[in-house]
């Protein structure tokens, strides 16, 4: 069983930057993986980034939309995951939640993770 919980979500100027963080409750963090959706007033949920489990050797996925502008990190000994978010645009805004499973598979299918966070709001106003 493993507990989530983001921080770090607020209001941003278009342009700026936040940090979302996920810690995690339990053992063996590191053979989860860890993953970051969003989900917007009246869409569906997307996904943002993921980092794999550590023994594949920690690869990280983007969505093409936040490519080159966030950055996914895992501190193992912290049990906690990070989403470093620069030039932020309106587009952004959303609930963010953090998601963790131990399974093999894809990593940018929402239905897929087994555990979940609460969210965090991010409000990026232009």
């Known amino acids: 069983q493993v507990q989530l919980v983001e921080s770090g979500g607020g209001l941003v100027q278009a342009g700026g930057s936040l940090r979302l963080s996920c810690a995690a409750s339990?053992?063996?963090?590191?053979?989860?993986?860890m993953g970051w959706f969003r989900q917007a007033p009246g869409k569906e949920r997307e996904f943002v980034a993921a980092?794999?489990?550590?023994?594949?050797?920690?690869?990280?996925y983007y969505a093409d939309s936040v490519k080159g502008r966030f950055t996914i990190s895992r501190d193992n000994a912290k049990n906690t995951v990070y989403l470093q978010m620069n030039s932020l645009k309106s587009e952004d805004t959303a609930v963010y939640y953090c998601?963790?499973?131990?399974?093999?598979?894809?990593?940018?299918?929402?239905?897929?993770?087994?555990?979940w966070g609460q969210g965090t709001q991010v409000t990026v106003s232009s």
């Open positions: 998601a963790a499973d131990r399974r093999f598979g894809p990593l940018d299918v929402w239905g897929r993770y087994e555990y």
């Open positions: 980092i794999s489990w550590s023994w594949s050797g920690g690869s990280t």
């Open positions: 339990g053992r063996s963090f590191s053979s989860y993986a």
